[in-house]
């Protein structure tokens, strides 16, 4: 069954800080994953994608890991500001016709 | 449109009534997805369009809830004798497929309070 499972569920984390956060996918075959963020009230929007031929993909200061041989993937967010406070969810395609798998999402909260 | 169109963008209803919820895709994606989100939880996947191919309705929670696609583009949501639990905001997104880097674009969503 394709399953997308993130780590932590919760994350709490001082103003200015790193953090990484964990996915890991049972979904094959494999097309893309990618990282979601979403805002509250707000519905996500993507913030990298990455193939399974790339390992490492950056967009500012987050910056998105993949491991396909283990089928992992982490999104690590450098110097952290309270814009960051969201939900991140990672998202993997198995094929380009098939149904996109969500995972359940991290919520990560950035405190002054 | 520009983006993914959701409405009503909140909805109070009372126990027992029937709801509609509406997406307006964007122009073109072939692709359709509901998701329901509580409070504080993750997205719960509840139905997907595929173009013309049946739909896939393995999320949807109880025969309360239905969904249509007509003609390939706009989809409504309904649910039927709603109950608290149902609460939530609803969430609706298209992609186009067929692509290598397909991205799901996701609306505001509706927030329904069941009172």
């Known amino acids: 069954k394709n399953q997308v499972e993130q780590s932590p569920q919760s994350l709490i984390i001082l103003e200015g800080k790193n953090c990484t956060l964990q996915c890991n996918y049972t979904v094959s075959p494999f097309s893309n994953l990618r990282w979601y963020k979403q805002d509250t009230g707000r519905g996500p929007v993507s913030l990298t994608i990455m193939t399974f031929s790339e390992n490492t993909k950056s967009n500012g200061r987050y910056t998105a890991t993949l491991d396909a041989d283990t089928k992992q993937s982490s999104l690590h967010i450098t110097a952290s500001q309270l814009s960051d406070s969201a939900s991140y969810i990672c998202v993997v395609t198995p094929n380009r016709d098939d149904k996109i798998i969500f995972g359940k999402g991290t919520r990560l909260h950035i405190l002054p | 449109g520009a983006g993914v169109s959701q409405s009503p963008s909140n909805k109070v209803t009372e126990k027992g009534k029937d709801v509609e919820l509406r997406c307006d895709p964007i122009s073109g994606h072939t692709a359709l997805y509901w998701y329901r989100q509580s409070l504080g939880q993750g997205l719960e996947f509840l139905i997907y369009?595929?173009?013309?191919?049946?739909?896939?309705k393995s999320g949807l929670p109880s025969d309360r809830f239905s969904a249509e696609r007509t003609g390939g583009s706009v989809s409504t949501l309904t649910i039927q004798r709603t109950q608290q639990e149902d609460s939530a905001v609803y969430l609706c997104a298209s992609s186009l497929l067929g692509q290598m880097n397909t991205e799901a674009f996701f609306g505001q969503g509706t927030r329904l309070t069941v009172v």
């Open positions: 369009f595929q173009g013309n191919s049946a739909p896939d």
